[in-house]
């Protein structure tokens, strides 16, 4: 099994394998020292019936998969979430950074959706880039492991909407600045790894 190390951003699609690498390295980092803990950040937010129930399905797995991760869940103030609660001895588990991307940008689509994307006004724009450099801070300075989950969406066709052109080329600048602050970066394909930075 992989070690575990100092910062490592995990990127894929849907179903690729990403928050199953992230809890076989907590499970693993669990196994290699008595007073080892682990705690997974969880980002998503229940907004329907569907989600609701993928949430609990989720949250259900990971206790038999990784029973000794606790589980908090933090929707947005995420940066404080990790510097709250890293710790030499603590693995944290992100899960996952497009979720919370999401709950930063598009609130106004879940309320209002004529308002349209929140980067729409340069003052929103500024504000969540300032979140962004806040969490790869607390990336930086976290005091013991971090995994980071996160979506690679750009890979498919360009969307004909401008809202979802916003926040594909929103998540993709956050998921750069990630990487350049994480000691290693590896992509899932298939429930395999490929190693972008760092070895695996």
């Not at 980071?148 to 998921?175: Q, S, Y």
């Amino acid at each position: 099994m992989t070690q575990v190390v100092r910062s490592e951003f995990i990127l894929g699609g849907q179903k690729s394998g990403k928050s199953r690498r992230a809890e076989a390295l907590a499970q693993n980092w669990l196994a290699s020292g008595p007073r080892h803990t682990a705690i997974l950040i969880a980002t998503a937010q229940a907004f329907d019936d569907e989600l609701r129930a993928r949430i609990e399905r989720h949250r259900q797995d990971r206790l038999l998969r990784v029973p000794g991760m606790v589980t908090i869940e933090e929707p947005f103030a995420l940066s404080a979430a990790i510097t709250q609660h890293s710790a030499p001895n603590t693995l944290i588990v992100v899960d996952c950074l497009t979720l919370w991307l999401t709950t930063q940008l598009m609130p106004p689509l879940f309320y209002a959706p004529q308002i349209g994307l929140a980067t729409d006004s340069p003052a929103a724009l500024v504000a969540w880039q300032t979140l962004a450099t806040e969490l790869c801070t607390a990336i930086k300075h976290a005091q013991g492991p971090i995994i980071l989950v996160g979506n690679e969406i750009g890979l498919g066709v360009i969307p004909l909407g401008k809202d979802v052109r916003a926040f594909v080329d929103a998540l993709g600048l956050l998921n750069q600045s990630v990487a350049a602050v994480c000691e290693r970066v590896t992509l899932m394909s298939a429930g395999l790894p490929l190693a972008l930075k760092g070895t695996l």
